[in-house]
């Protein structure tokens, strides 16, 4: 049945019928429609006031595409005044002073912790989230480009018990750093590890469970959490928010090489 379905008519019906939360019930379809509804509404009839963020980074020896792409990315975007960036650091060792080469070129306000300890993206990340001082927190990797109008972005599609799961796109290697359909493509079935939402949502949600210690699993864990928690869920393409090319363990990634 399947292979007679246009390829066109696949996602929509993967999206209803087979898409991750849909084990919770069709109750997830009422969920996902308010939140298209919100996101179109918002983007297309209302100016939201953009509110203070902090961006939440875990890191571990990623220090060189974190220095080229991230800090310089963030530098250049708007409300610069509204943002706070805090990082938590496992201890990374290579660079030297990873704290003042972000400061050479990121002016903004910076909350940095540095302690050697095993890196894991769950853990490091609740307590980047800790730290922060604004209640609207962007919880990202290091190896991004942010886009300019990140702030604003935040501030739309978010809200009391609202998440905004940007879909994010995968440049392939060696490929220029910016948008285009041949440079890379699209996390539309995973990359749910970057996302906007109030603080105290995500501490009342418990934060990335830390028993994920290897590579992935904790963002679907929590995306489905979002779900089983009765919240609405924003997720739209972003062209701006780039993901650079990095070797990696995971076999999925191989083919962006």
């Known amino acids: 049945m399947k292979a007679w379905v246009p390829n066109a008519f696949k996602f929509p019906f993967w ?6 939360q849909r084990k919770f019930g069709l109750i997830t ?4 429609l308010l939140g298209i509804f919100q996101f179109l509404f918002r983007r297309f009839f209302i100016s939201v006031q953009p509110k203070p963020i902090t961006i939440c980074v875990g890191i571990f020896n990623r220090s060189e595409i974190f220095l080229t792409h991230f800090i310089p990315s963030l530098a250049q975007c708007n409300h610069s005044e509204l943002i706070e960036l805090s990082i938590v650091d496992c201890g990374s060792t290579d660079v030297s002073d990873l704290q003042a080469q972000i400061q050479k070129v990121y002016k903004g306000k910076l909350i940095f912790h540095s302690d050697v300890m095993p890196f894991t993206r769950a853990s490091s990340f609740n307590k980047a989230v800790q730290q922060a001082s604004h209640s609207l927190i962007f919880i990202c990797d290091a190896d991004f ?3 300019r109008d990140l702030v604003q972005k935040c501030s739309d ?3 009391e018990k609202t998440f905004w799961f940007p879909i994010v796109f995968y440049l392939y290697k060696n490929k220029p750093p910016f948008y285009h359909a041949k440079h890379g493509e699209w996390m539309l079935w995973g990359g749910k590890g970057i996302v906007a939402c109030y603080k105290k949502d995500f501490e009342q949600l418990g934060g990335l469970n830390e028993k994920y210690t290897s590579w992935g699993g904790e963002d679907e864990e929590f995306y489905l959490r979002c779900y089983e928690n009765n919240m609405r869920v924003i997720r739209c393409r972003e062209n701006q928010l780039l993901h650079h090319w990095h070797p990696s363990f995971n ?3 191989k083919k962006l090489e």
């Open 29 to 32: 379809l009422y969920n996902d």
């Open 251 to 253: 076999p999925k990634y």
């Open 15 to 20: 999206w209803v019928f087979k898409s991750p």
């Open 157 to 159: 599609y978010t809200g």
């Open 145 to 147: 480009s942010l886009p």
